[in-house]
């Protein structure tokens, strides 16, 4: 698939989860053109639905990290659900008991708690598809249950806070290590980070050796086997980095959002970052601005409660609908529709044949240096 269809296939199931809801809502009672301009004016309206677009795009270009990440090892993680909350009851716990010297330590030490509770929650999933061939699809979404149960168990339980009477909580953080403001925008600073680490992400899996071997890995584990990559290690540790980056996005929402690890973490943050990162094609760059849009539906849902009684859960529905045309347009283009979409589109086949050439030293010594 070319670099055109890549951006056609994405945008052609937009445009048609987008009819598919405007005729959703019309047979629902509502008018669609109504409903559309006030998702576009409670998600990129005004500065107000910016910074809000913004602060919940945060959480979700990490965790559309959490996805993307595996992916290019050919796995399919969709418990980054799991992993976000146990990483922000880690932040939780530490943000109150752990080092407290200056704010920049405490703040720290939140942060590399939850990264490594997210990576060992999540490369529990590897080790199981590697160890024991469970499929990790299925393992990641079971851990996720566990995970919320667990939340659930320690801040209702061991962990509550007395003074969280109606919402039970941990103790809250001291203000003074709470996350502050990114420069320039009206948003903590976890927007800042996300960007960040999506860009060194997309570095690291472009520019890099280590990017390569994951991809030879996930292309062909018979062939990365024989160039000498233990498979295994690559699968523990492509999970184990993206639990680490969805362990991080609950260490935002804590440090920067509610102050304290509570049901509030459960947002569907996780799984809204399975969306995103399919949206993306994978791809760190592109995880960003679509991020910023899907936070931006979401932002929109209470205007929508608001100005036509409709339930805020409405926006749920679209994203539903966005990601089953984004499975089914990879269907399509993987089947004999994809010429007929190349002619639509004015698209050449490649028809070249590819030549089966033979591993040289340099090539294997390349792989190894992955290793």
Same mark, same amino acid.
């Given at each position: 698939?070319?670099?055109? +269809?890549?951006?056609? @296939?994405?945008?052609?199931? @937009?445009?048609?989860?987008?009819?598919?809801?405007?005729?959703?809502?019309?047979?629902?009672?509502?008018?669609?053109?109504?409903?559309?301009? &006030?998702?576009?004016?409670?998600?990129?309206?005004?500065?107000?639905?910016?910074?809000?677009?913004?602060?919940?795009?945060?959480?979700?270009?990490?965790?559309?990290?959490?996805?993307?990440?595996?992916?290019?090892?050919?796995?399919?993680?969709?418990?980054? +659900?799991?992993?976000?909350? $146990?990483?922000?009851?880690?932040?939780?716990?530490? %943000?109150?008991?752990?080092?407290?010297?200056?704010?920049?330590?405490?703040?720290?030490?939140?942060?590399?708690?939850?990264?490594?509770?997210?990576?060992?929650?999540?490369?529990?999933?590897?080790?199981?598809?590697?160890?024991?061939?469970?499929?990790?699809?299925?393992?990641?979404?079971?851990?996720?249950?566990?995970?919320?149960?667990?939340?659930?168990?320690?801040?209702?339980?061991? $962990?509550?806070?007395?003074?969280?009477?109606?919402?039970?909580?941990?103790?809250?953080?001291?203000?003074?290590?709470?996350?502050?403001?990114?420069?320039?925008?009206?948003?903590?600073?976890?927007?800042?980070?996300?960007?960040?680490?999506?860009?060194?992400?997309?570095?690291?899996?472009?520019?890099?050796?280590? !990017?390569?071997? $994951?991809?030879?890995?996930?292309?062909?584990?018979?062939?990365?086997?024989?160039?000498?990559?233990?498979?295994?290690?690559?699968?523990?540790?492509?999970?184990?980095? !993206?639990?680490?980056?969805? !362990?991080?996005?609950?260490?935002?929402?804590?440090?920067?959002?509610? !102050?304290?690890?509570?049901?509030?973490?459960?947002?569907?943050?996780?799984?809204?970052?399975?969306?995103?990162?399919?949206?993306?094609?994978?791809?760190?760059?592109?995880?960003?601005?679509?991020?910023?849009?899907? %936070?931006?539906?979401?932002?929109?849902?209470?205007?929508?409660?608001?100005?036509?009684?409709?339930?805020?859960?409405?926006?749920?529905?679209?994203?539903?609908?966005?990601?089953?045309?984004? &499975?089914?347009?990879?269907?399509?283009?993987?089947?004999?529709?994809?010429?007929?979409?190349?002619?639509?589109?004015?698209? +050449?086949?490649?028809?070249?044949?590819?030549?089966?050439?033979?591993?040289?030293?340099?090539?294997?010594?390349?792989?190894? +240096?992955? @290793?």
């Amino acid at each position: 698939m070319n670099s055109l +269809e890549r951006i056609l @296939v994405p945008f052609g199931a @937009v445009a048609l989860a987008v009819l598919l809801f405007a005729l959703f809502v019309a047979l629902a009672g509502y008018p669609p053109l109504d409903v559309f301009a &006030l998702l576009y004016k409670g998600a990129f309206g005004s500065s107000f639905s910016w910074n809000n677009s913004l602060q919940r795009a945060a959480p979700l270009i990490l965790t559309g990290l959490a996805v993307a990440i595996p992916a290019r090892a050919g796995l399919v993680i969709i418990g980054g +659900e799991g992993a976000m909350v $146990l990483g922000g009851l880690a932040a939780g716990i530490i %943000g109150v008991w752990g080092p407290t010297h200056t704010p920049l330590i405490s703040q720290i030490c939140m942060m590399l708690g939850a990264v490594v509770v997210g990576a060992v929650w999540m490369g529990l999933c590897g080790w199981m598809r590697h160890a024991r061939g469970i499929n990790e699809t299925i393992s990641s979404l079971l851990m996720a249950y566990i995970g919320i149960a667990l939340l659930n168990h320690f801040v209702e339980g061991p $962990l509550k806070d007395p003074n969280s009477l109606n919402k039970p909580s941990t103790p809250p953080i001291p203000e003074v290590n709470m996350l502050g403001l990114t420069p320039g925008f009206d948003v903590h600073m976890g927007l800042l980070i996300g960007v960040v680490m999506a860009v060194i992400v997309w570095a690291v899996l472009r520019f890099t050796t280590l !990017g390569f071997a $994951l991809k030879i890995v996930g292309g062909n584990p018979r062939a990365a086997q024989l160039a000498g990559l233990r498979v295994g290690r690559w699968i523990i540790g492509s999970c184990a980095a !993206g639990g680490a980056a969805a !362990g991080l996005s609950g260490a935002i929402e804590v440090a920067a959002v509610h !102050g304290a690890a509570n049901a509030s973490l459960i947002s569907g943050y996780g799984n809204a970052g399975i969306l995103i990162a399919f949206m993306a094609r994978q791809n760190p760059l592109a995880i960003i601005p679509v991020a910023i849009l899907i %936070g931006g539906i979401g932002a929109a849902g209470g205007m929508l409660q608001r100005r036509l009684d409709m339930p805020d859960a409405t926006v749920i529905v679209l994203q539903g609908m966005a990601f089953i045309a984004i &499975l089914a347009s990879e269907a399509v283009m993987g089947s004999p529709w994809r010429r007929i979409a190349q002619r639509i589109w004015g698209i +050449e086949p490649n028809t070249t044949p590819i030549a089966r050439a033979p591993v040289t030293v340099e090539a294997k010594s390349t792989l190894l +240096e992955a @290793v």
